[in-house]
């Protein structure tokens, strides 16, 4: 880690690349499985069932004055309809991984960022990070906000830092540029929309609620030690095929889950989910890492919740 590489109560969130990850494009060569995900390649062999009754996260988003309407316009234009939407909850403002998964031959087209706390992370236009590998900036931001009825709520029982929370939700458009910390390279502009939200508030209240379609899910660095949490996301792995999860990167950070908020999850939306396996590299070295890379396989089986147990030790 380098000396200027910011640490707060989050977690530490400094850029340190699996192996695994990097040769996740050759592992893919090497079995045929999807060599390079592009949008294009990904819709083609993607759940395209789930992909056709799922709303797009955009689509549930507005501007709050001109200027952001403008914003989100523009950005509606470049995505067009067919895009992937890759979702990171405990993001704190790791933009790092963004390269790192690209590094994997994983290339979603928009990013969707949730983390609780407020004020914790400096978010505003011009802001710029240094992690390990890359860095960061934010070349604009513009505040959205959601359309459709919802509820936020941050349980306190949740969360370890009640202080930070925010009374209401702050949802920004943001667009970050990536260099490659030693070189100087530029390695690309990309869209962020950042939710101020707990997870579980955000998987609850929009995810599952407005039926949104998510492709690519990071669960990495989730902070259930000193990082600011006390429920596991990990509970959404059996909600994979209702969110329409097609790809998954997971470390393997403690051995920690939560079955009830998957049961919570199924008996209020009416779930029926689909079960499934993870396929991909299994050789997972003990690093400190952003850790492996998986396929979401589906089956026409229902989801048997004693897996649960399973994906929790072994992912």
């Known amino acids: 880690m380098t000396k200027d590489t910011k640490i707060t109560k989050k977690s530490v969130k400094h850029e340190v690349i699996h192996e695994s990850i990097l040769d996740w ?3 893919q060569e090497s079995r045929g499985i999807y060599p390079h995900i592009s949008t294009k390649e990904y819709l083609s062999s993607s759940s395209s069932k ?17 200027e952001s309407k403008e914003k989100l316009k523009a950005l509606k234009n470049k995505l ?7 979702w990171y909850p405990c993001s704190a403002d790791d933009f790092a991984v963004i390269h790192a998964i690209e590094r994997s031959e994983w290339l979603p087209d928009l990013f969707v960022y949730t983390d609780y706390l407020r004020n914790e992370f ?19 931001k513009s505040e959205l906000k959601i359309t459709p009825n919802y509820k936020y709520h941050v349980d306190k029982t949740f969360i370890d830092l009640p202080d ?3 009374e209401e939700p702050i949802i920004l458009l943001l667009e970050v540029g990536l260099w490659h910390n030693d070189s100087g390279a ?10 101020n939200f707990e ?9 599952l609620k407005q039926k949104i379609k998510i492709d690519f899910m990071i669960k990495t660095n989730e902070g259930m030690a000193w990082g600011g949490g006390r429920r596991s996301i990990k509970g959404s792995y059996g909600l994979f095929s209702e969110l329409g999860v097609d790809y998954l990167l997971t470390d393997k950070h403690g051995e920690h889950g939560d079955v009830k908020l998957y049961n919570e999850m199924v008996e209020k939306h009416q779930l029926s989910p689909k079960a499934f396996k993870l396929k991909g590299i299994h050789n997972r070295a003990h690093l400190s890492g952003r850790g492996t ?20 030790s072994k992912y």
Do not use: H, P
């Open 164 to 166: 930070l929370i925010s």
């Open 199 to 207: 997870n579980i508030n955000f998987l609850d209240e929009i995810l």
């Open 186 to 195: 530029f390695l690309g502009n990309k869209d962020v929309i950042y939710f």
């Open 122 to 140: 400096n978010l505003e236009e011009g802001a710029e990070r240094r992690y390990e590998y890359t860095n960061s900036k934010i070349l604009s």
């Open 80 to 86: 067009k309809t067919d895009y992937t939407t890759c």
């Open 293 to 312: 890379c998986y396929n979401v396989k589906y089956t026409e089986e229902s989801f048997n919740v004693d897996y649960l147990q399973t994906l929790f």
């Open 25 to 27: 494009g050759k592992f």
């Open 50 to 66: 789930t992909q056709k009754r799922m709303k797009k996260i955009v689509q549930i988003l507005n501007g709050v004055d001109l």
